[in-house]
């Protein structure tokens, strides 16, 4: 059974329980390649031109590089110390959540690994990440002790955090998107899955108090504990 599937351009990368990789051409809608990259199942994926990368529910994470007809056998392995939910590729780093309360950030060049907090209390799963129209990281955050969920946005520029908007009628928030055709002017709009599908709009209106926006579902604001840079801790 199929696990987790990224695409990007004219790739399809598609993961599976039994830990292989399979890389599709939507033009032919053939296998290009394809190997046993895990010995657990796939947990999620990350694709661009250049690099390939998976994890699986054992602790591991692994990076192909994209060669000019397949992908590389043999993967860089990058050390983690739990099983990456999410993750997602924008120029040359790699943003990934886990069961931690940081979202760590892979430098693909000096390999370093930057953490930025995204939870307010010191238990939390980041499942799902985006990036929102190039100008915004948006990543969801559950909190262990009292199962409430929120999303969180910084600046995809310099990782500065901007607001918070809660989501008390939300279950965990495994997955993220939005409508491309949308203008970047425009207030954010998100699709959020879960245990159903929800939609989050005309939110973060002008960023200039702690209490920013609220309806009957959400509530926009700012956290001060998101403005520290991480938990300085292995989570």
């Known amino acids: 059974p199929i696990t987790c ?3 990007f351009d004219k790739m399809v990368l598609i993961g ?3 830990g292989k990789i399979m890389h599709y051409c939507t033009e032919t ?3 290009k390649w394809e190997t ?3 010995l657990e199942n796939v947990l999620s994926l990350a694709l661009n031109d250049k690099r390939a990368i998976s994890a699986s529910t054992v602790p591991d994470l692994c990076v192909w590089k ?3 007809n397949s992908v590389s056998t043999v993967p860089i ?3 983690v110390t739990r099983p990456v939910r999410c993750m997602i590729i924008y120029e040359e780093k790699l943003y990934f959540g886990d069961d931690g309360v940081n979202i760590k950030v892979l430098d693909f060049k000096s390999e370093n690994i930057d953490k930025l907090k995204n939870h307010d209390t010191d238990h939390g799963s980041t499942d799902s990440l985006l990036i929102y129209k190039n100008c915004y990281l948006v990543s969801s955050s559950y909190n262990l002790d009292f199962g409430k969920t929120s999303i ?3 600046s995809l520029e310099d990782h500065s955090y901007l607001f918070t908007v809660r989501c008390p009628m939300y279950g965990p928030i495994t997955c993220l998107s939005c409508d491309p055709s949308r203008d970047s002017a425009d207030p954010p709009e998100l699709f959020c899955g879960g245990c ?3 939609v989050v709009k005309q939110i973060g209106a002008d960023h200039s108090s702690d209490h920013l926006d609220e309806t009957d579902d959400v509530e926009v604001v700012r956290l001060e504990a998101l403005q520290e840079k991480y938990v300085d801790s292995l989570s």
């Open 196 to 198: 159903e599908l929800g």
């Open 16 to 18: 599976t329980e039994g």
């Open 5 to 7: 599937a990224v695409i």
């Open 77 to 79: 392995k990058i050390p």
């Open 29 to 31: 809608f053939a296998i």
């Open 66 to 68: 994209i060669l000019e």
């Open 36 to 38: 046993v990259g895990h």
């Open 152 to 154: 969180n946005f910084r």
